[in-house]
């Protein structure tokens, strides 16, 4: 999952000189909680809602709010290090960046939209849980059994305590990958089935 596939397109940017104040009303009027500061097209800070309220008034430029020379990333960098930069620096959002020109913005909520993406859980799928230990023969004829039922396993995890493994799966018959499982001696505690809202 690349960054490019998952950031906004559609940038709000401000200028140094702006006004706090019309920073304030452009959040307002746009819905929105940050925006890159852009100087002759290229990023030099970015300012946040926390920024605009810090501020003792809103005559102040944006220049004295901003934070200059924000973390920046590639739009072929994974999500994942982007995740990772977002918690790591306690950010809400990356400007996308690509040979010194804004290209997008990515933000906590749209890493949040890709992990659902990646999970399965945003589309019809299957949870299921399966009792005792899981050696890696076991998970082998697991995979063997789902890709039998022409299904997708979305992301499989191993509890030690107690011991019993969760996993994701897309499947047209779940009943039929239960049987298949218990057949072959999984002991299936439970199914849940995640239901778009």
């Given at each position: 999952?690349?960054?490019?596939?998952?950031?906004?397109?559609?940038?709000?940017?401000?200028?140094?000189?702006?006004?706090?104040?019309?920073?304030?009303?452009?959040?307002?009027?746009?819905?929105?909680?940050?925006?890159?500061?852009?100087?002759?097209?290229?990023?030099?800070?970015?300012?946040?809602?926390?920024?605009?309220?810090?501020?003792?008034?809103?005559?102040?430029?944006?220049?004295?709010?901003?934070?200059?020379?924000?973390?920046?990333?590639?739009?072929?960098?994974?999500?994942?290090?982007?995740?990772?930069?977002?918690?790591?620096?306690?950010?809400?959002?990356?400007?996308?960046?690509?040979?010194?020109?804004?290209?997008?913005?990515?933000?906590?909520?749209?890493?949040?939209?890709?992990?659902?993406?990646?999970?399965?859980?945003?589309?019809?799928?299957?949870?299921?849980?399966?009792?005792?230990?899981?050696?890696?023969?076991?998970?082998?004829?697991?995979?063997?059994?789902?890709?039998?039922?022409?299904?997708?396993?979305?992301?499989?995890?191993?509890?030690?305590?107690?011991?019993?493994?969760?996993?994701?799966?897309?499947?047209r018959r779940v009943d039929d990958v239960v049987t298949e499982l218990?057949?072959?001696?999984?002991?299936?505690?439970?199914?849940?089935?995640?239901?778009?809202?």
């Amino acid at each position: 999952m690349l960054v490019r596939d998952h950031m906004s397109r559609h940038v709000v940017s401000v200028e140094p000189q702006q006004t706090v104040e019309d920073v304030r009303q452009l959040f307002k009027r746009r819905r929105i909680r940050q925006a890159p500061v852009q100087e002759e097209n290229r990023v030099v800070g970015i300012i946040t809602d926390r920024d605009v309220r810090s501020a003792k008034n809103g005559t102040i430029k944006v220049a004295n709010a901003m934070t200059a020379k924000p973390f920046i990333i590639s739009p072929d960098a994974s999500v994942d290090e982007a995740a990772r930069m977002l918690r790591t620096y306690k950010i809400g959002a990356l400007p996308v960046v690509a040979e010194k020109r804004l290209e997008g913005i990515l933000t906590a909520s749209d890493v949040l939209d890709a992990f659902v993406e990646l999970s399965g859980v945003g589309e019809p799928t299957y949870r299921l849980v399966l009792s005792g230990k899981m050696s890696k023969q076991s998970e082998a004829r697991l995979r063997r059994i789902v890709d039998h039922n022409h299904g997708e396993l979305k992301w499989l995890h191993r509890a030690a305590k107690p011991p019993e493994t969760h996993l994701r799966l897309r499947v047209r018959r779940v009943d039929d990958v239960v049987t298949e499982l218990e057949a072959e001696g999984f002991d299936v505690a439970r199914v849940v089935s995640a239901k778009k809202r």
